[in-house]
């Protein structure tokens, strides 16, 4: 079983930055970030895949997240920057092999245990 571990969630201003840090327990992993906001579904964010040459981002964080990746370490990251409102949410870290990522969380077979970000007004 492959667990995965997540960091970085809090409290932040709106236009303050967040870096979320997600490890797992093996290797070889093509990474997607997902959030759920209070009341809503869960929806993807970003994805990676395993060279780290292909990225995606849903729209709404286009310009402002990035995604990234340390193999050596097994480890993904998503870095915030200008934060909103809006991107209040528990984030999930999701791993699953193969080359490229998805934005379908269905694909994910692993999980990360959520980590909240709050970015007040």
């Known amino acids: 079983q492959v667990q995965l571990v997540e960091s970085g969630g809090g409290l932040v201003q709106a236009g303050d930055s967040l870096r979320l840090t997600c490890t797992a327990s093996?290797?070889?992993?093509?990474w997607g970030w997902f959030r759920q906001a209070p009341g809503k579904e869960r929806e993807f964010v970003a994805s990676?895949?395993?060279?780290?040459?292909?990225?995606n981002y849903t729209d709404s964080v286009k310009g402002r997240f990035t995604i990234s990746r340390d193999n050596a370490k097994n480890t993904v990251y998503l870095q915030m920057d200008s934060l909103k409102p809006e991107d209040t949410a528990v984030y999930y870290c999701?791993?699953?092999?193969?080359?490229?990522?998805?934005?379908?969380?269905?694909?994910?077979?692993?999980w990360g245990q959520g980590t909240r970000v709050t970015v007040s007004s």
């Open positions: 999701a791993a699953r092999s193969g080359w490229a990522g998805s934005t379908w969380a269905e694909e994910y077979p692993y």
């Open positions: 093996r290797s070889r992993n093509t």
């Open positions: 990676i895949s395993w060279t780290g040459t292909m990225t």
